[in-house]
Each structure stands twice: as structure tokens, then as C-alpha cells.
């Protein structure tokens, strides 16, 4: 067994490489920092970082309570290329919650809780590109490794998610993405679906700029809008902020963002 893993792998990466020496990469394309991932994918042999951080504001008030939640998240996402129609993807994620408690009889109350969420692997395949009257299309699966994670932040099962991506050039400086999926949460044995919309155009050579909505449909659905920019500082660095609110019930008061995504050279 131990032999025929190692022989596979040895195919794998000697694949890789005949396709990164014949392929030029082109400029760099990131599925961040919108929620809305592309149907692009990496060129084989290629290696891409995407990562930035993100904080998030929630507060809720009574006559004789007030709570707030405080969020920073220090996401990242390693993309490899493997075949022209698919690459592989690793999202490791660090996650810091702050919630306050004030009592008007009782004073304040806090506690953090800190550490790595769980790790999340993945794929995007290809389906097929975009034509005149077709989007680019992609299929999308990740799943989350219940042990892969701080102890305060760990599941007992996994939490597969599975996505549909498309994306519509409708000139030639504007775009339009759709995502649609769903997650499933075993450890509370529930289904939610997933939708996004994004308009995204490229503003300048070097700036692109998106407006966007996406949400969860479960037993109480969430919406949720952001915008933000990208600036092209070398063809594989791009680097960008972002931010949004909340539109239901329970939703953020806020979150902003930034990061970087860099494609590795060979």
C-alpha cells in the first residue's frame, strides 16, 4: 500500500510539473476577500497564499443589559494546482472572541476564547468556461476535521459544504458571480443553504472594486452585504480590504477586513 501511495504521488507531482513548465499562469486571480468564490482555477504546478484578518463587531442592548461580541479572525487559504480542471485547497483559521456582559445591578462579566478553528480541505473542479451564452462554471466541496482545531473549537463530526460557482462577463470591465450550495452541520443534524451574488469591476488597471449579498437560508435566514477593493501590485500580488453589515436579525453591527493573496513563483 505504502508503495502504491508513494508511486501515485510520484505521478501526481511529475503531472504538475510537465503542466507548470507549459502553462503561463497570467495575472492572479484570488477568490477573496468576497465570499463569493470564482470558477477559476490555479494552474497546475502553482502554489497561491490568500490570507488577511477581519474583525467584527456585535452588540445588543435591554433596559438593564447590554452584550457585545468582538471578533477577530486571521484566516488563510493554501491553493495548489493539480490538473487544468482542478486544484486542491487548505484553510487553516485562527479565531479570537471577546463577549462583555454588563448587568445594571451587576457589573461587567467577559471572556475570550481563542485558538484555531478547525481545518478545512478541499477541491474546485472546472465544469466548464464561459462561452457567449454559458458562465464559467465550478464545483466546489470542503470539509472541516473535527480534531484539526483548538480544543474550545472542536466538533465532534465533520461539516461537509458543497457549492455551485458561476461567473458572467456582461462588458468588458464588469462581472457578475453567483455561488449556491449548502452545508451540513452533523453534530446538530441540520442542513442550511448558501447563496451569493457579487458585482465586481475593474476600475483601473491595477484596481477592481465589488458590491455584494449572500447569506444562509435555515430556520432563520441571514443576509448580509459587503463591499470593498483589490490593487494589483505585481501580476501574482494582489492586496485588498473589505467590509459590511449585517441586514437580519442577530447579524453584525459591522466587519472590515484586509489581506493579501500572493502566487508562489517556480
Keep these: 500500500m505504502r508503495k502504491l501511495i508513494l508511486s501515485i504521488s510520484l505521478i501526481l507531482l511529475l503531472h504538475i510539473s510537465i503542466f507548470a513548465q507549459t502553462n503561463n499562469p497570467g495575472v492572479i486571480s484570488p477568490d477573496r476577500p468576497d465570499q463569493t468564490e470564482s470558477p477559476d482555477i490555479l494552474t497546475p504546478g502553482y502554489v497561491q497564499i490568500e490570507t488577511g484578518i477581519t474583525y467584527e463587531r456585535y452588540s445588543y442592548s435591554s433596559v438593564n443589559y447590554e452584550h457585545t461580541r468582538n471578533t477577530f479572525n486571521i484566516p488563510g487559504m493554501l491553493r495548489i494546482g493539480v490538473f487544468p480542471n482542478m486544484e486542491l485547497r487548505i484553510t487553516p483559521e485562527f479565531q479570537s472572541v471577546t463577549d462583555k456582559y454588563s448587568y445594571t445591578f451587576q457589573g461587567d462579566q467577559s471572556k475570550t476564547t481563542q485558538g484555531l478553528i478547525p ?148
Excluded at 462554471?137 to 458561476?166: C, W, Y
Excluded at 451540513?184 to 476600475?203: C, K, N, P, Q, W
Excluded at 430556520?219 to 501574482?236: A, E, R
Design 119 to 266: 481545518l478545512v480541505l478541499g477541491t474546485k473542479i472546472k465544469i466548464v468556461d464561459e462561452a457567449e451564452d454559458m458562465p464559467a462554471m465550478a464545483f466546489l466541496f470542503h470539509v472541516d476535521l473535527p480534531g484539526a482545531a483548538s480544543e474550545e473549537f472542536q466538533n465532534k463530526n465533520p461539516t461537509p459544504e458543497i457549492r455551485l460557482a458561476l461567473s458572467k462577463q456582461l462588458q468588458d470591465n464588469l462581472s457578475i458571480g453567483f455561488n449556491l450550495g449548502a452545508f451540513f452541520d452533523m453534530d446538530h443534524r441540520e442542513t442550511a443553504g448558501i447563496y451569493t451574488v457579487s458585482l465586481a469591476m475593474d476600475l483601473t488597471k491595477r484596481i477592481n472594486g465589488f458590491i455584494e449579498l449572500y447569506g444562509n437560508f435555515e430556520q432563520q435566514t441571514s443576509l448580509f452585504v459587503d463591499g470593498g477593493f483589490s490593487y494589483l501590485l505585481m501580476k501574482n500580488l494582489m492586496v485588498d480590504i473589505s467590509g459590511g453589515t449585517g441586514l437580519t436579525v442577530d447579524s453584525p453591527n459591522f466587519f472590515i477586513g484586509g489581506g493579501l493573496s500572493v502566487r508562489l513563483p517556480r
